[in-house]
């Protein structure tokens, strides 16, 4: 693992050589800042917020800093991933986020999963606890086996003591859903709204269907990376988007103003959804 400091929008980054997403924030200073202005428009200081899928912590330290006197639980289930998401939030000196060392699911288990020395060139925010690095084509860097714990949101101390729940962010690359079925009783409790990564069309419409069996109504949320008003200025655009869901309880005066609702994953076709931009 070969690890460098950027200076970035939201402050000092430990970034991973030749990690897809280390090296789109190292050329731009930021990363999938549309989805940061979602969240700014959502959070007000005490606001709790969980992130499934923390990952490195590009979005952990603007939450944590968004919601200052609230606070920030993320879960990241790869050791060295997760010692790196810690080491962001000490270098940006935040006391409110709690970084915890564990896979999210519907169940609570002792489980293994791969791990590797992070060497190889790839994309390590893709990683999932089922078929770890190979999600998006077949991993050949050197890997081995790790035991972590897997737990439901439902069942998580830290999660239970919480008074109030503003955001649950949840991005895991196709696990969505166990997340949520993990999480029923704390999004009963908290009603808080939903940020939900939908990008496989084998499993959307049914994460479509859960959560409005929660009682939300969901929204696409489709932006693009790329930003002219990147932190470095760079003009040169890499392609690329993401495709999540932003759902409000049915209860809620939430406004989602221009965005599509989510009726199938079906939307996402011949350009029916359109892109979040700088300029939305």
């Known amino acids: 693992m070969k690890t460098f400091l950027k ?3 939201w402050g000092t980054f430990l970034l991973l050589r030749g ?14 800042e549309r989805e940061v202005d979602l969240y700014a428009q959502l959070l007000s200081d005490g606001d709790n917020v969980i992130e499934v899928g923390a990952n490195i912590g590009l979005h952990a330290v603007p939450l944590a800093k968004l919601v200052g006197s609230g606070r920030l639980l993320c879960f990241e289930p790869q050791r060295l991933i997760h010692q790196v998401l810690a080491a962001n939030c000490a270098l940006n000196k935040l006391i409110n986020v709690h970084t915890i060392h564990s896979a999210v699911g519907d169940r609570c288990d002792q489980i293994e999963i791969p791990a590797g020395d ?7 925010g893709s990683f999932s606890i089922d078929s770890g690095y190979s999600t998006e084509g077949q991993y050949q860097g050197r890997q081995w086996s790790e035991r972590v714990e897997l737990t439901t949101l439902d069942a998580h101390p830290d999660v239970r003591a919480l008074k109030s729940l503003r955001l649950l962010k949840i991005d895991v690359e196709g696990l969505e859903l166990a997340v949520l079925q993990g999480a029923a009783e704390t999004i009963a409790k908290h ?6 990564e939908n990008n496989d069309e084998n499993s959307g419409d049914a994460l479509i269907a859960a959560v409005k069996d929660l009682d939300y109504q969901p ?3 489709c932006s693009e990376r790329f930003s002219a008003d990147n ?9 690329g988007g993401d495709f999540n869901m932003v759902c409000f ?7 989602p103003g221009t965005l599509s609702p989510a009726q199938a994953f079906a939307d996402l076709k011949d350009g029916r959804v359109g892109w979040i931009t700088a300029d939305s």
């Open 191 to 196: 009603r808080p709204v939903l940020f939900v």
């Open 7 to 9: 200076e970035c929008r």
């Open 249 to 255: 309880p049915s209860e809620g005066d939430d406004d």
């Open 118 to 124: 992070l060497e190889e060139s790839w994309n390590y």
């Open 19 to 32: 990690d897809m997403i280390s090296q789109y924030v190292d050329l731009y200073g930021e990363w999938c």
């Open 219 to 221: 929204y696409w949320y």
């Open 231 to 239: 932190f470095n200025r760079v003009q040169w655009q890499v392609p």
